[in-house]
C-alpha cells in the first residue's frame, strides 16, 4: 500500500498508539523476547499451534523476538495449509511488523529479556525472565516456576493451546512492563471449557460434528477477526457472513491475528474473508454497516442460526437486539484489560439491551436506524492477548454448543488480565424487568427463528 508508513518511526508511533494508552508505560518497546520449544513438542499439531499463536502475539508489540525452532519433520498443520513451520512463523512475524528483528534459530545461546518455554520439556533459558506454557486439549497450563506436564489428548483439539499462548504472551508483557509480581497470572492449568482453573485432569469430550450452521458476525475488527482466527484453527464448519464496512489501518496491527501490512487498506469484512477462504466456514464479506445491512436484506430475509455481534460502534448491539436474534453469542474487551464473554438465548438469559444499557427513548425504538444517545463511549483494551482471548471465547462457546448438555457455563464470564485472574466471575444473568426483549415475546421469534438450528435452546413462559 502506498500509505504504509516508510519508516519504523512512523510505523510505531501508529501501531503502538493504543497498547501504550492502556500500558502506562513504554518499556516493552525496549524488551527483547524468545520462544523456545523443544524438538518433541514442535512436532506435535498442539506445541506447533502454541508456537504459532505465541509468535503472533508477540510480533503486536514486541520488536526483538527469537524463536528457537529445532530441526524436525513437523506434522503438517492441514487447516492451515502449513509445509514449513518455521516459514510461516516468520512471515507471520513479518506481516504484522515489517521493522521488527525476528530471527529463527535451531539451537545455541541467546540472549535476552523475556524466555517462553513451551512444552512440558522446555528448557530455562539462563539470564532471562522465564515463563513457561503448555497445552492439551481444552486445558491451558501457565508457570513461572518450571514447566507443566499435562497428560496427551486424543484429537483435534488444539483451542487449549491458543488459550496457553494468550496466558503465556500476556505473562511475559506484564514482565516487560516491570509490574509488581502481585499482578502477574497465577500459576496453574485454566480449563477452557468450563472457563475456570482446573483442579483435576479430567477433558470434556470435542464434538464429532463440527458444523455450526449459518452464522451472522456484525464487526469484524479486534475480537471478531480473533474470533476467526480461533474458529478457523477449531475446524468449524458452516457459512459465515462477516459485516463491517471499517478498513484495516495500521492501528489495527497491534491486536489482531489475522490483520498484517498485506490487508491495510481492506475493508475488516474481506481481510477476515480471506483468512477464512480455505477453511471448512465459507465467508461472504459484506462491505456494510449494521443498519446498511438490514436496509438492504430486511431482517424477514435473514436465515442466520446464529449472530455474533462483535462490534459496538454506532449502537449496533442495541439495533440488534431490535431486530429479534436468535442465538448470540459474543465478547469483548475492556479500557482496563478486562475481557468478557457473552451468551444470549430468547426467553432464557438477559438480552444485549440488558449487558450493554443506554438511555434510550421509546421512540427510538421504534426504528432499527434510530439515534441512540448513548452516555458514555468505551475505548478497547487493545491489547493483542486480551483480543486474541476474547475472540477464542466465542470460538469455544460455538463449538460447546454441538454437544450435549449445552449451555455447560454461565452466560457472563469477566476475566481481568491486569490481575492474577485467581478468581473468575461468572454468572447467569437474567433479564431486568420491563426490558425490550421482554416484549418481543414467543410470538415475534417464531416468525423469525423458529428454523433455526439452536431454536430448541429458546425458552418462553
Not at 116 to 135: M, P, Q, R, W, Y
Not at 227 to 256: H, P, Q, W
Not at 352 to 363: G, K, M, Y
Request: contains cysteine; charged residues 20%.
Amino acid at each position: 500500500m502506498s500509505d504504509f508508513p516508510a519508516s519504523a518511526e512512523e510505523f510505531y508511533a501508529l501501531r503502538d498508539d493504543r497498547t501504550n494508552r492502556c500500558s502506562g508505560s513504554r518499556s516493552y518497546q525496549r524488551t527483547s523476547c524468545a520462544v523456545c520449544v523443544s524438538e518433541a513438542t514442535a512436532a506435535t499439531p498442539a506445541g506447533q499451534v502454541m508456537v504459532l499463536a505465541a509468535a503472533n502475539l508477540l510480533s503486536r508489540w514486541c520488536r526483538r523476538v527469537t524463536i528457537v525452532l529445532p530441526p524436525t519433520s513437523v506434522h503438517p498443520l492441514l487447516r492451515l495449509g502449513i509445509a514449513d513451520l518455521g516459514e510461516l512463523i516468520l512471515a507471520q512475524m513479518r506481516d504484522a511488523d515489517p521493522f521488527g528483528d525476528f530471527v529463527i534459530k535451531a539451537d545455541g545461546a541467546i540472549a535476552v529479556e523475556i524466555a517462553l518455554g513451551i512444552g512440558e520439556d522446555a528448557c530455562f533459558t539462563s539470564n532471562a525472565a522465564n515463563v513457561f506454557i503448555n497445552a492439551s486439549g481444552w486445558h491451558a497450563a501457565v508457570s513461572l516456576e518450571r514447566p507443566f506436564e499435562l497428560p496427551p489428548t486424543a484429537g483435534p483439539n488444539w483451542l487449549g493451546a491458543i488459550a496457553a499462548a494468550c496466558l503465556g504472551v500476556g505473562q511475559a508483557f506484564k514482565i516487560a512492563l516491570h509490574m509488581p509480581a502481585m499482578h502477574f497470572v497465577r500459576n496453574g492449568v485454566f480449563d477452557l471449557f468450563q472457563l475456570n482453573w482446573s483442579h483435576d485432569n479430567g477433558h470434556a469430550s470435542w464434538p464429532p460434528e463440527l458444523h455450526v450452521g449459518n452464522v451472522l458476525m456484525v464487526g469484524a475488527g479486534s475480537v471478531g477477526s480473533a474470533a476467526a482466527y480461533c474458529m478457523r484453527f477449531a475446524g468449524l464448519a458452516g457459512s459465515i457472513t462477516i459485516v463491517d464496512k471499517d478498513r484495516v489501518k495500521v492501528e489495527n496491527l497491534n491486536r489482531s491475528a489475522v490483520f498484517g501490512r498485506g490487508t491495510v487498506g481492506l475493508t475488516k469484512a474481506d481481510a477476515v474473508a480471506r483468512f477464512l477462504a480455505s477453511s471448512a466456514l465459507t465467508p461472504t464479506p459484506v462491505d456494510l454497516w449494521w443498519h446498511e445491512f438490514l436496509k438492504q436484506r430486511r431482517r424477514s430475509s435473514f436465515d442466520f442460526d446464529v449472530w455474533l455481534p462483535l462490534a459496538n460502534e454506532g449502537n449496533v448491539r442495541l439495533g440488534m437486539q431490535h431486530n429479534v436474534p436468535p442465538l448470540m453469542v459474543h465478547a469483548s474487551t475492556t479500557a482496563n484489560w478486562g475481557v468478557n464473554h457473552g451468551r444470549h438465548m430468547p426467553g432464557r438469559d438477559d438480552c444485549l439491551a440488558d449487558r450493554f444499557p443506554t438511555e434510550v427513548s421509546a421512540e427510538s425504538l421504534t426504528c432499527a436506524t434510530a439515534e441512540v444517545v448513548v452516555l458514555e463511549a468505551g475505548v478497547d483494551a487493545a491489547l493483542p492477548f486480551a483480543s486474541l482471548f476474547a475472540g477464542l471465547l466465542v470460538a469455544a462457546d460455538l463449538v460447546r454448543a454441538q454437544l450435549s448438555g449445552y449451555p455447560q457455563v454461565p452466560n457472563f464470564a469477566l476475566f481481568d488480565w491486569f490481575g492474577t485472574m485467581e478468581s473468575i466471575q461468572a454468572w447467569d444473568r437474567k433479564p431486568r424487568p420491563g426490558c425490550i426483549c421482554q416484549d418481543q415475546g414467543v410470538a415475534f421469534h417464531d416468525q423469525f427463528n423458529g428454523r433455526t438450528r439452536y431454536r430448541n435452546l429458546f425458552r418462553f413462559e
